[in-house]
């Protein structure tokens, strides 16, 4: 049972996050007491991230387009996981590459030193 202070320190109705949870889990998924909680102190963490890069503005109001900038992370993780993935394949290959050339090299000179 969740006691008064905890419920104070909850960013969002609890019931509301709830919904919107039980709104995309599968209609079978119960969800333990902690799941709730955890989830509502993390949308709280996300959205004082959010508004810690708006506050990066020197304007007095906060526009659409500045909040698309500082939600981009959020909105476009797969994306942005993705173009890690193939940077990480570009960079092993070049290694690869690397790698072959000193191969290389060390087999010219030891042709040369013999």
């Known amino acids: 049972m969740v006691q008064e202070s905890e419920k104070e ?3 969002f109705a609890k019931a ?12 079978d998924k119960m969800i333990r007491e902690r799941v709730k ?3 509502n102190k993390f949308l ?13 503005y020197p304007y007095a109001t906060v526009e659409y387009d500045m909040f698309k900038e500082c939600i981009y ?6 994306r942005i ?3 890690k993935e193939r940077i990480i394949k ?4 070049i290694k690869a590459d690397c790698d072959s050339l000193v ?3 060390e087999r010219t000179m030891k042709l040369r030193e013999e």
């Not at 509301?16 to 209609?27: F, H, I, N, P, T």
């Not at 570009?90 to 290959?93: D, K, N, P, Q, T």
């Open 103 to 105: 191969l290389d090299v």
């Open 9 to 11: 320190e909850l960013p």
């Open 73 to 78: 992370p959020y909105k476009n993780i797969e």
């Open 44 to 56: 709280g963490e996300i959205l004082a991230k959010i508004c810690k890069e708006l506050n990066k």
């Open 16 to 27: 509301e996050v709830v919904r919107l949870m039980k709104q995309y889990l599968d209609s």
């Open 37 to 39: 909680v955890e989830m």
């Open 90 to 93: 570009h960079l092993e290959a």
């Open 81 to 83: 996981n993705k173009e």
